[in-house]
């Protein structure tokens, strides 16, 4: 099988200039097919900020109502997704901005709200991602750059996790292609002390995922990550790294899921 690359990007990364700069290079050199999605860094709730909406985020989730729906597709579909592909395009990388309506390529349904009410969040399906138009855009040569913005049957336009997204890509096309995903953020990986760079965990398996919940090491913005990550793992996904966005390109470099 041919082998594709799907990277997610987020964090602060989003949010400095010259990170980005140089993540969306060391990005644009990745050989064969790939696909990259990013969240929305600090900018939707900036933004937020200045319209006087509050944001509100559980474990590292946004509750998205109906007014802070419209500014997340503002800034996730909008304003990063095209400032994301306009560098990769500088980049020589012919990458194609898309959220998950155009072309009913990821279509999710809204989330429960039976434990807990998100509002316009949407959640993934094993029937979410249209694989065999997405292989299309692939053949053609493209890059799709896919932001956190999906759609359901009806049409209405979901908030969607950026991390779940990517996992549930990696995990559909695993059956067609070679999928590596990585997880790219600040930080080089899993770490005991976020405060220690040094103190990298290289793998972490289900046991140790536990642990590290229960000791309070992974909290918050770090839940969807890992949670997605071995969700990945463990459904025929090649194989799943949570790295460092300057260590993209580099072998054997951050913590691997297995």
């Not at 990745?30 to 900036?46: D, F, R, W, Y």
């Not at 002390?193 to 103190?199: F, G, K, L, Y």
Request: glycine letters at 8%; proline letters at 2%.
């Amino acid at each position: 099988m041919r082998k594709l690359t799907i990277v997610k990007v987020g964090g602060e990364i989003l949010d400095d200039a010259e990170k980005l700069t140089v993540f969306l290079h060391d990005f644009s050199k990745i050989e064969g097919s790939k696909i990259l999605v990013h969240g929305g860094g600090k900018v939707a709730t900036q933004l937020a900020n200045k319209l006087g909406v509050n944001t509100e985020m559980i474990e590292g989730r946004r509750i998205t109502n109906e007014e802070t729906l419209p500014i997340a597709v503002m800034v996730y579909a909008g304003l990063i997704n095209k400032k994301v592909v306009a560098q990769l395009q500088t980049n020589g990388c012919d990458a194609l901005g898309l959220c998950g309506a155009d072309g009913r390529l990821i279509k999710t349904v809204k989330r429960s709200t039976a434990l807990l009410d998100y509002g316009f969040v949407g959640d993934c399906t094993d029937e979410s991602i249209n694989v065999s138009r997405l292989q299309q855009l692939l053949d053609l040569g493209f890059c799709p750059v896919f932001s956190a913005i999906t759609v359901d049957d009806q049409g209405q336009l979901l908030n969607t996790n950026a991390d779940t997204i990517a996992s549930c890509l990696s995990i559909a096309l695993s059956g067609i292609y070679n999928v590596s995903l990585m997880y790219c953020f600040e930080h080089s990986g899993v770490l005991k002390d976020v405060q220690d760079a040094q103190s990298l965990i290289p793998i972490v398996d289900d046991m140790l995922i536990e642990t590290l919940k229960e000791t309070g090491v992974i909290t918050k913005g770090m839940l969807p990550k890992i949670e997605n990550a071995m969700k990945a793992a463990h459904l025929g996904v090649t194989e799943v790294w949570i790295r460092s966005y300057e260590s993209l390109n580099k072998l054997n470099c951050g913590t691997r899921i297995q």
